[in-house]
């Protein structure tokens, strides 16, 4: 997807504040890579809110993608941070025979350490949606990061039949996928080498995360008429993390509810919308159990257990975290004023203690290593 859509991007080292676009060009595995961070009307400068990873199509990029997907005036509602990011020559890598090579599963979860260390980010409602190649995109973070990423949606995608072999998720992954039975470029039925079925990779994922195999389905009332088109909702039952899809009938390669048509575009819903609708049910199980301080100290230690990272969410003053063995020996000492991310993974599995100081408070708490 194209569209005559351009932006001047310039970089802003300064912390924005609401409703606007902050533009980064930055290293990452000797690439010069790129990101697009909408801070909405709703963020008051300090209360942590999600973030959604919005990924352009296949030729596109990241300023064509906020403005087609609409998403910023969703954000200023709901309060969440966007985050459009930029593939290597305008594609992510899904195990194509052609488009990008790069380690873009590495660059969202740079993305993410980089993002949550200049702004306060809920951690456990980091989620991840995108147009065609940026949907295929993030069915390979629900692949393999999993363990950051909550959930994820596609709009118009699929996953690539010499990849879909290769995904084994560790724990069940909300997914949403949302696609047009006439989409003449990733065709609903699959195309050799380059995506499954729709039917396929619904099978797939309601496999994984458990479900019983039965169906609801909802028919959307049709308040669009000129739209050519209809929407129903299917919903899978009993399991462990939701299934969900919108079936446009009729739809072509296109987000609904999009400000412009570039094809057959269902205006019985807001695309945005219904993604953001169903990654708020959902949290990273994982975060469930943290160490959390509110008020005069708000922050934050999780995962526990863990298994080869431990991560500060922090918003206010110095603190000094310690690390030690169950037998009472200090094995890490960090002194911080921001968010880190802790490698622990050389350390063998069993119990240990945090000691967290801030102050004239001092927390001590046990903490796994699975």
């Not at 991007?9 to 676009?21: D, H, I, M, P, Y």
């Not at 290293?27 to 352009?56: C, K, M």
């Not at 995108?130 to 995608?157: H, K, P, Q, W």
């Not at 919903?235 to 993390?241: K, L, T």
Request: aromatic share 12%.
């Amino acid at each position: 997807m194209r569209t005559c859509y351009f932006l001047c991007c310039c970089v802003l080292s300064t912390f924005l504040t609401a409703q606007e676009t902050l533009v980064v060009n930055l290293p990452y595995d000797g690439e010069d890579r790129s990101y697009r961070l909408y801070v909405p009307a709703a963020f008051d400068g300090e209360t942590p809110l999600p973030l959604v990873f919005n990924l352009h199509g296949f030729t596109s990029n990241a300023s064509q993608q906020e403005f087609y997907a609409d998403m910023n005036a969703v954000a200023d509602t709901a309060g969440f941070f966007v985050c459009y990011a930029n593939g290597i020559d305008a594609a992510w890598n899904v195990n194509w025979d052609f488009g990008s090579t790069a380690d873009d599963v590495g660059f969202i979860s740079f993305l993410i350490d980089e993002i949550s260390s200049e702004y306060p980010v809920l951690l456990d409602q980091v989620y991840s949606c995108g147009m065609s190649n940026g949907g295929f995109m993030s069915y390979r973070l629900a692949c393999e990061l999993n363990d950051r990423i909550a959930a994820v949606a596609s709009v118009t995608g699929s996953m690539s039949p010499g990849y879909i072999g290769n995904c084994t998720p560790n724990r069940p992954v909300p997914v949403l996928e949302i696609h047009g039975t006439a989409d003449p470029v990733v065709s609903y039925d699959g195309t050799a080498n380059v995506s499954i079925s729709v039917d396929s990779l619904l099978t797939f994922w309601a496999n994984n995360n458990g479900c019983d195999g039965s169906t609801i389905t909802t028919d959307l009332e049709n308040t669009s008429l000129l739209d050519l088109c209809t929407a129903e909702k299917i919903d899978y039952q009993n399991c462990a993390a939701s299934v969900e899809h919108y079936k446009i009938n009729g739809g072509g390669h296109t987000w609904p509810g999009a400000p412009i048509s570039i094809g057959v575009t269902n205006q019985d819903f807001h695309g945005s919308a219904a993604v953001w609708q169903f990654f708020q049910q959902h949290r990273l199980p994982e975060l469930t159990n943290t160490i959390t301080l509110t008020g005069e100290h708000a922050w934050r230690v999780y995962p526990n257990p863990g298994q080869s990272w431990l991560a500060v969410q922090h918003l206010d003053g110095p603190y000094v975290l310690e690390l030690y063995q169950a037998t009472g020996q200090l094995l890490q000492r960090h002194n911080s004023n921001d968010n880190q991310r802790i490698d622990l993974g050389n350390l063998p599995t069993g119990l240990y203690f945090l000691r967290i100081k801030q102050g004239a408070l001092t927390v001590i708490r046990p903490w796994v290593k699975q």
